[in-house]
């Protein structure tokens, strides 16, 4: 069965220090993969989205970058972080060729910028 | 802007109540998507309604869709105090298909 793993849980960073937020899926080849963040008691935003290594697409203009290494592992940068960083991280996945399909969520990483 | 809008934004009945959500949204679709997301977790998909499909159930759950009206509907039947979470529509978009757009979310509050 496919699994997604997302970290870490809480991140604690101070103002202008870098990021990384890893996330990996397991038991599937060629996944979509997607992170999302989410503000306190608000909607999902979507920020980036790949269909395949190093093909990836910003939905958002910010100070954050995605990259995909390998074919099941996205990861979520920053080089220095704002205070609107804050929220909630999302990574999540879909199986290649259910391009509208139901999307799976990996438990997020909570980042707190102070 | 988001694809899809929630309305309550937040809404606490009691156990055994049913509770009613609904979802507006602006473009065509292919299918609508009900996510459920318990706080601090991530989101759990619960039902998918496509776009030639009025209603469809899953246990306690009822799904509708209007595409004339843009609208789909979340009924939860006899609420649990396990229930309480925030729900989400969602729905793919045409172009590409690759992106999935959520809506603010209703806040769901059931007392036991």
């Known amino acids: 069965s496919q699994t997604i793993h997302q970290w870490p849980a809480t991140l604690v960073q101070p103002v202008g220090s870098p990021l990384s937020l890893e996330c990996t899926v397991e038991?599937?080849?060629?996944?979509?993969l997607y992170w999302y963040r989410q503000a306190a008691g608000r909607g999902l935003q979507l920020l980036f989205y790949s269909i395949g290594i190093d093909q990836i697409s910003s939905e958002v203009p910010q100070n954050l970058s995605a990259s995909r290494p390998q074919d099941r592992q996205f990861i979520l940068s920053s080089k220095k972080l704002l205070l609107s960083d804050s929220g909630f991280y999302l990574c999540?996945?879909?199986?290649?060729?259910?391009?509208?399909?139901?999307?799976?969520f990996g438990e997020g990483s909570r980042l707190t910028v102070l | 802007s988001q694809q899809g809008e929630e309305d309550p934004q937040a809404l606490s009945i009691q156990e055994g109540e049913n509770a009613t959500m609904n979802c507006s949204y602006k473009t065509s679709i292919n299918n609508l998507q009900w996510y459920r997301q318990n706080s601090g977790r991530g989101l759990v998909h619960l039902i998918l309604i496509r776009s030639n499909e009025r209603e469809k159930h899953s246990g306690r759950l009822r799904v509708t869709l209007d595409t004339s009206k843009k609208s789909s509907s979340l009924l939860i039947t006899a609420s649990r105090a396990a229930d309480t979470a925030s729900y989400f529509c969602?729905?793919?978009?045409?172009?590409?298909?690759?992106?999935?757009?959520f809506g603010a979310g209703t806040r769901l509050f059931v007392k036991a």
């Open positions: 038991g599937t080849s060629n996944p979509n």
């Open positions: 999540a996945w879909r199986p290649p060729g259910l391009s509208t399909g139901e999307l799976f």
């Open positions: 969602a729905t793919p978009t045409n172009t590409g298909g690759f992106k999935t757009i």
